[in-house]
T-cell receptor
Framework: LAKTTQPISMDSYEGQEVNITCSHN???????ITWYQQFPSQGPRFIIQ???TKVTNEVASLFIPADRKSSTLSLPRVSLSDTAVYYC?????????????FGTGTLLAVQP | EAGVVQSPRYKIIEKKQPVAFWCNPI?????LYWYRQNLGQGPELLIR????????DSQLPKDRFSAERLKGVDSTLKIQPAELGDSAVYLC????????????FGPGTRLLVL
């Protein structure tokens, strides 16, 4: 199973772009990179998923370099409501050994 | 479309008592997960079902925890007897995993064991 490493916490201010990097050095060929967001007293919420290059949706962008050993979640112009814990996961869909394993995540604190 | 439903939302019990949590996944989702989340930590996987089969229960403390998903739809997680250290949030999630779909989480059940 690919292990992920991400910063424990990050601080930002409203209106700034925030980039959270995740390291996954032993990612396998069939693994996807997935990010979840969790607010206090709620379950995690799927944000974005990608395999390579760049993926963008209405919430965030995900940048994945060619070697796929890391990925960067980019949140444009954050607001106070983006304060949450962000989890990076590496998943092998359909695999018998697939596990949705969460680390400790990155606590993003957005200040006014 | 309704999301993942969990009940109860909160539960307070005394140690050594039994407790059960119920989860109804999103309609059509074949994969169901139970997680436990302690304060300040990420969710910890307890068990994963593919339809009615538990395909991964390696992290489930089987001496006191049990789970079932008899018809491959809703699921129940039970603790008997509960210990002080079981106080946590228990999360249920479901997905169309084999189709590459993300997991959707319920709001969780917050358990306090006194």
């Amino acid at each position: 199973l690919a292990k992920t490493t991400q910063p424990i916490s990050m601080d930002s201010y409203e209106g700034q772009e925030v980039n959270i990097t995740c390291s996954h050095n032993n990612i396998a060929t069939n693994d996807y990179i997935t990010w979840y967001q969790q607010f206090p007293s709620q379950g995690p919420r799927f944000i974005i998923q990608g395999y390579k290059t760049k993926v963008t949706n209405e919430v965030a962008s995900l940048f994945i370099p060619a070697d796929r050993k890391s990925s960067t979640l980019s949140l444009p112009r954050v607001s106070l409501s983006d304060t949450a814990v962000y989890y990076c996961l590496v998943l092998n869909y359909g695999g018998a050994t697939n596990k949705l394993i969460f680390g400790t995540g990155t606590l993003l604190a957005v200040q006014p | 479309e309704a999301g993942v439903v969990q009940s109860p939302r909160y539960k307070i019990i005394e140690k050594k008592q039994p407790v059960a949590f119920w989860c109804n996944p999103i309609s059509g989702h074949n994969t169901l997960y139970w997680y436990r989340q302690n304060l300040g930590q990420g969710p910890e996987l307890l068990i994963r079902y593919e339809n009615e089969e538990a395909v991964d229960d390696s992290q489930l403390p089987k001496d006191r925890f049990s789970a079932e998903r008899l018809k491959g739809v809703d699921s129940t997680l039970k603790i008997q007897p509960a210990e002080l250290g079981d106080s946590a949030v228990y999360l249920c999630a479901s997905s169309l995993e084999l189709a590459g779909g993300p997991a959707y989480f319920g709001p969780g059940t917050r358990l306090l064991v006194l």
